[in-house]
């Protein structure tokens, strides 16, 4: 914006700086205009301004003023010599210089022009030049018929200009001076400006549009509150930096005195503002580590009412939702309660929160937390209501009154679609025993099904598909027949199950996919647990059931040889139902129901056999001691009253 010549008046035999506006600048400049502004920024007085001393024009063209010669460097050159500055020398430097623009402003001066070039290091002290130079070529150029910006003239630096400068916004004030502050501090303390482009079009546009990296992504040791402020001087909206320079300055004095919670030197074993971090991080893990003791209590308890009260299992699964949803809310929180306790106790300043954040607080986020909890509570108490009352998504058959509590229901042969012949009745025998367990309804036992075929005429070892199931409900009063099938998939199975009414009304229907024949046992399992909550039975009886392959086997192949004991003793071939389950407790010698049947047919039948241990009243040919029989039920979960 101007030429510089070192100089002597000679009057007062001291130096003088004079600076020249150019003569293409001159000619597009208000002479009258100008010399007002001049005047204004020559009233400043201040220990950190450099003051005009005089101004005036030479032969009706070349403007010029003339201001006190500084012994020293320029800012410039020092961080040319140096690059990063230390942060306590940084702090000092940029309070002064604040600290100037603070006093200008109050007079209605704006500098509009803040650079390392235009702040003058001397002695210990910043004195910044220049002051309303920049105001003065712009306002008395406006309006001009050669004006600035036609001349290719950019009054500012770009690298330093505010986004509102760079486009030109007429209504520039003292806040574009805040943005140069910050674009200052940044190249101060990282030796680069915020924006890096191969032109100074590049540079301008990146200040209008792109937002600067954080200043301690090129410099860890810069403290976050620095980080924090500097970061807020170069906010893109006017309205979001610091307001005024003297709040800025305040700031600064705050961080340049450690027993306020200051910034040390680099180089030096980090305090107050370097332990802020510390503290936040510190914090995050502690609250981190209370939510969790939290959580796990509060699963506890929602575990613990489900058992008791009976709810469904997604009220637990939504508790976990719940809190897994709620633990990054927390930690977010944390951190912005821990860093406003920060500022309140160290003087450091916490940006104000804006947008989502404002929402970031204890009070809130417990509130939040509670209405959530209220909000699963309603909806698991609504559905409580609903399996009761039988309306709504949680009605079950025996609240909407179409099943009766302990209901009779006659179990059909499933319909069997693979190539193991017994894997029909396998399954068939899988289901009355799981629903055994069942304190809601029963399952007809086979010799009453048996009577019924006889008073139907037909051979009471005839096989009960689903029609002839019908047939039976439909004559002796049952409400419901329960059938089903399986059908291969892949290397495992589709088991389906349906709970029909005596007219032909499919009341539930439910199919399951088991991977292979291990996994068959565990799906008839799940499909059973499902009918019976569809029914209505109470969720607390359901979850008391013990596992099918602890009532009865584990290994298919056991199972297989009992299903067929059980075929062989509705057949009345007694010897060789008992040979078919003494191989089945060979396969699996903790197998306690095929034991019991063993027992149960030879009681029946008063046979007499020995054991492979020597002689017994009544037992069983080749089977376990009595000794291990009854161990091998208590293993199951069943009592041995006695044994034959």
């Known amino acids: 914006m101007s030429r510089v010549f070192l100089a002597e008046e000679i009057e007062l035999g001291r130096k003088v700086v004079i600076k020249v506006l150019p003569p293409d600048m001159s000619a597009g400049v208000n002479k009258e205009r100008f010399q007002r502004e001049i005047k204004l920024a020559a009233s400043l007085q201040h220990p950190h301004v450099v003051p005009l001393l005089t101004a005036g024009q030479v032969d009706g063209d070349l403007l010029y003023y003339v201001m006190p010669y500084i012994e020293g460097e320029s800012l410039r050159a020092k961080l040319a010599r140096e690059g990063e500055l230390p942060v306590s020398e940084t702090v000092r430097i940029l309070r002064e210089v604040v600290d100037a623009l603070s006093y200008a402003h109050q007079h209605e001066v704006v500098h509009r022009d803040i650079k390392p070039d235009n702040v003058m290091i001397t002695g210990n002290h910043a004195v910044v030049t220049d002051f309303g130079v920049a105001k003065a070529v712009s306002a008395s150029s406006a309006g001009t018929h050669s004006s600035l910006t036609s001349l290719g003239v950019a009054l500012g630096t770009p690298s330093y200009m505010s986004p509102e400068q760079a486009a030109a916004d007429p209504h520039v004030d003292h806040r574009a001076d805040i943005y140069a502050v910050g674009a200052l501090a940044y ?317 032909g009304e499919i009341l539930v229907a439910k199919q399951m996919s088991a991977s292979s024949p291990d996994d068959l046992i565990d799906t008839v399992d799940e499909l059973t647990d499902g009918l019976r909550k569809r029914i209505g039975e109470s969720l607390r009886s359901i979850r008391r059931t013990i596992p099918l392959d602890l009532v009865t086997t584990g290994s298919m192949q056991a199972l297989r040889l009992f299903t067929q004991a059980s075929m062989a003793e509705v057949a009345g071939d007694d010897d060789r139902a008992v040979d078919l389950l003494e191989e089945a407790v060979t396969v699996d010698s903790n197998f306690a129901m095929a034991y019991r049947k063993i027992g149960t047919i030879l009681s029946n039948t008063g046979q007499r056999a020995t054991t492979s241990t020597g002689s017994c009243d009544e037992g069983v040919r080749s089977a376990p001691p009595p000794h291990r029989l009854g161990a091998g039920l208590r293993h199951r979960g069943v009592s041995l009253v006695g044994h034959r």
């Open 187 to 503: 190249e101060m303390l990282t030796g680069r400006p915020p924006f890096l482009k191969q032109t100074p079009q590049q540079v301008l546009a990146a200040h209008v549009t792109e937002a600067p990296e954080p200043v301690t992504s090129h410099r860890n040791s810069v403290p976050p509150a620095l980080n924090e402020l500097v970061m807020r001087c170069l906010a893109k909206r006017a309205a979001d930096r610091w307001q005024t320079a003297d709040e800025l300055r305040v700031q600064f004095e705050t961080m340049s005195t450690p027993q306020s919670g200051g910034v040390t030197p680099t180089g030096t074993e980090p305090t107050e503002a370097v332990a802020s971090s510390s503290m936040l991080r510190n914090h995050s893990v502690r609250v981190a580590a209370l939510f969790g003791l939290a959580a796990a209590v509060t699963l506890v308890i929602v575990y613990a009412l489900m058992i008791a009260l009976g709810l469904p299992d997604w009220v637990f699964v939504g508790a976990i939702a719940l809190l897994a949803v709620g633990l990054p809310i927390i930690l977010v929180t944390g951190k912005h309660e821990r860093a406003r306790e920060v500022a309140a106790t160290t003087g450091l300043h916490h940006a104000t929160p804006t947008g989502m954040q404002k929402h970031f607080t204890w009070r809130k986020s417990i509130l939040g937390g509670a209405v959530a909890f209220t909000g699963l509570t309603v909806v698991a108490g609504g559905y409580m209501t609903s399996r009761a009352i039988g309306i709504g998504p949680g009605a079950t058959l025996m609240s909407a009154g179409v099943l009766d509590q302990e209901e009779e229901l006659i179990l059909a042969e499933f319909e069997n679609r693979t190539p193991d012949s017994t894997l029909g009745t396998t399954v068939t025998e899988l289901m009355r025993v799981s629903l055994s367990q069942s304190a809601a309804i029963r399952v007809l036992d086979p010799a009453r099904v048996s009577e019924s075929l006889e008073r139907m005429q037909r051979d009471p070892a005839s096989r009960v598909d689903e029609g002839t199931a019908l047939e039976i409900a439909e004559r002796d009063g049952f409400k419901a027949v329960l059938s089903g099938g399986v059908a291969p998939l892949g290397n495992g199975y589709i088991i389906s199950v349906r709970l029909v009414a005596a007219n």
